[in-house]
């Protein structure tokens, strides 16, 4: 098992709980953080798939970018761009002052980050990293 691999795995996982977490607070939820775990922890996903298969990417925080460097191995990802796409801008946008992220913009980043992470699941289990 790769180490390097797992330690993306473990932070993206770490990132999904937060995003679930911030979305369902009762009190005092964080949209614009719900939103932007949800990028991270797809990023960090994509960026395991790309370790497992020695693809260099650099500081790379684009998804739609490096979902562009996962096609050559995991082609069935672009069917899936327009979730990258709509997960991207809560990396930056959102945490600044002059946006905010709506409970319904956070519902749909963390429905988003629910519909690619069995996929992610999928791709690294294949590789026995569990």
């Given at each position: 098992?790769?180490?390097?691999?797992?330690?993306?795995?473990?932070?993206?996982?770490?990132?999904?709980?937060?995003?679930?977490?911030?979305?369902?607070?009762?009190?005092?939820p964080?949209?614009?953080?719900?939103g932007?775990?949800?990028?991270?922890s797809?990023?960090?996903?994509?960026?395991?798939i790309?370790?497992?298969e020695?693809?260099?990417?650099g500081?790379v925080?684009?998804?739609?970018?490096?979902?562009?460097?996962?096609?050559?191995?995991?082609?069935?990802?672009?069917?899936?761009?327009?979730?990258?796409?709509?997960?991207?801008?809560?990396?930056v946008?959102?945490?600044?002052?002059?946006?905010?992220?709506?409970?319904?913009?956070?519902?749909q980043?963390?429905?988003?980050?629910?519909?690619?992470?069995p996929?992610?699941?999928?791709?690294?289990?294949?590789?026995?990293?569990?």
């Open positions: 098992m790769n180490e390097l691999i797992k330690e993306w795995i473990e932070k993206a996982e770490g990132d999904y709980h937060s995003a679930l977490r911030e979305f369902r607070a009762r009190k005092f964080n949209y614009d953080s719900a932007f775990h949800a990028q991270q797809v990023e960090k996903y994509l960026k395991a790309l370790q497992k020695n693809i260099r990417f500081k925080h684009d998804l739609l970018a490096l979902m562009e460097l996962c096609l050559p191995v995991v082609p069935e990802l672009e069917i899936h761009k327009e979730l990258f796409a709509y997960l991207n801008p809560f990396a946008a959102f945490r600044y002052p002059g946006e905010s992220a709506t409970r319904e913009e956070a519902r980043a963390v429905k988003a980050l629910q519909k690619l992470i996929i992610f699941r999928d791709i690294l289990d294949s590789a026995d990293l569990k």
